[in-house]
C-alpha cells in the first residue's frame, strides 16, 4: 500500500479538521481519494463498504453535522451491517482511508455521534439491513480554526496523549515499556499512541511478551453507542497504525487471535501482532 511518504508522518501530522475553506476544492485529489476507496472495498469484506459522497459544489444545503463541522461539501461514509459487523476492521480501514486523505493533504475528522444520520441516509442509500455509524468531512482545511473547533479539541482534551509507559508494558502489567526495551517498535508503538479515538479515551494497551505484542482494549464503562462498538472501531485505529509502520520499516509479521494469551486485569484481548522473526 503505497500513501507517498513515510506513513509515521502522517499519523503525526493528522489532526481533526473541523473548519474547512468553503471557497476552494481539490477535485484531483477527491478523485485519487475516491480511486483509494474504491480499491479498499475491494479488499474488504463484502459486509462493509466505503462511500465518497460528493456533493454539489456550492450547493446552499449541508449535510446536518450540528455545527460541528464548517465549510465541508464531501464525506466519506462507512457503512456495515446492522448485526454482525466487524468494528475493528471496519475502523482499521476507515482510518487506512483517513491517512490517505492526509497524504493528499486534505483536512478530516471522524465523526461517530455529532452527525444527522437521516441526511447521510437520504444520499447513500444504505440496504435495509445496514447502518451509517461514522462519517468524516473531507476537504481543504482553513487557515484558522473556528472558536467551536478550539472548543471541540480543548474539551476531548485532543492534544494531550497518555505517556508511553501508561499504555505499553514488558513482560507484565508492573512493568512499563521504555523507548529503549521496545527496541525496534518503538516507533509502530509510538503510531499506536498518536492514533485518534473517540473522545480521546486512548483505550488501548500492548503487552511485550517475548517477541509477541499482545492488543488489549482497556474500555470506559458505560461509554459508546449500543449499536456501534466504539472503542473496538478505536482498536482497529491502534491495529491499523502499528500495522502500517512496522510495514513501512520493513518489520514484517502478522496479527493473530490467540486461544490463551496473557491475562491482563479486567483488560479485553483483541490480538496479538507475531513478527516474522518469531516464527511468524
Not at 502489567?173 to 473517540?198: C, N
Not at 478505536?234 to 502499528?242: K, L, N, Y
Request: aromatic content about 12%; hydrophobic content about 40%; some cysteine.
Amino acid at each position: 500500500m503505497d500513501f507517498g511518504e513515510p506513513i509515521f508522518g502522517l499519523i503525526e501530522r493528522r489532526s481533526s479538521c473541523r473548519t474547512f475553506d468553503g471557497s476552494k476544492r481539490d477535485e484531483a485529489a477527491l478523485d485519487h481519494l475516491e480511486d483509494f476507496i474504491h480499491s479498499v472495498n475491494a479488499s474488504a469484506d463484502a459486509e462493509m463498504r466505503f462511500v465518497l459522497l460528493r456533493q454539489f459544489y456550492g450547493m446552499q444545503e449541508r449535510l446536518g453535522t450540528y455545527g460541528v463541522i464548517s465549510g465541508a461539501f464531501d464525506y466519506i461514509v462507512g457503512v456495515l451491517p446492522k448485526e454482525g459487523g466487524d468494528p475493528l476492521t471496519f475502523g482499521r480501514l476507515f482510518e487506512e482511508i483517513i491517512l490517505y486523505a492526509t497524504a493528499l493533504g486534505l483536512g478530516t475528522c471522524w465523526l461517530g455521534g455529532t452527525f444527522q444520520r437521516a441526511d447521510f441516509t437520504a444520499r447513500v442509500n444504505p440496504e435495509e439491513n445496514e447502518f451509517i455509524p461514522v462519517v468524516s468531512p473531507v476537504g481543504i482545511a482553513a487557515p484558522r480554526r473556528r472558536l467551536v473547533d478550539r472548543a471541540f479539541r480543548a474539551g476531548a482534551g485532543s492534544n494531550r496523549r497518555k505517556a508511553f509507559g501508561e499504555l505499553f508494558f514488558d513482560g507484565s502489567l508492573e512493568t512499563p515499556l521504555t523507548g529503549e526495551t521496545a527496541g525496534v517498535y518503538f516507533k509502530p508503538l509510538e503510531a499506536v499512541r498518536l492514533g485518534p479515538s473517540a473522545s480521546n479515551k486512548q483505550p488501548w494497551r500492548v503487552l511485550k511478551d517475548g517477541h509477541n505484542f499482545h492488543f488489549y482494549l482497556c474500555r470506559t464503562k458505560g461509554y459508546g453507542a449500543v449499536s456501534f462498538d466504539v472503542q473496538k472501531n478505536d482498536m482497529g485505529i491502534a491495529q491499523c497504525h502499528f500495522a502500517l509502520t512496522a510495514a513501512d520499516m520493513g518489520l514484517s509479521g502478522r496479527f493473530d487471535f490467540l486461544p490463551s494469551p496473557p491475562e491482563a486485569a479486567d483488560w479485553e484481548y483483541i490480538t496479538t501482532f507475531v513478527p516474522k522473526t518469531a516464527g511468524g
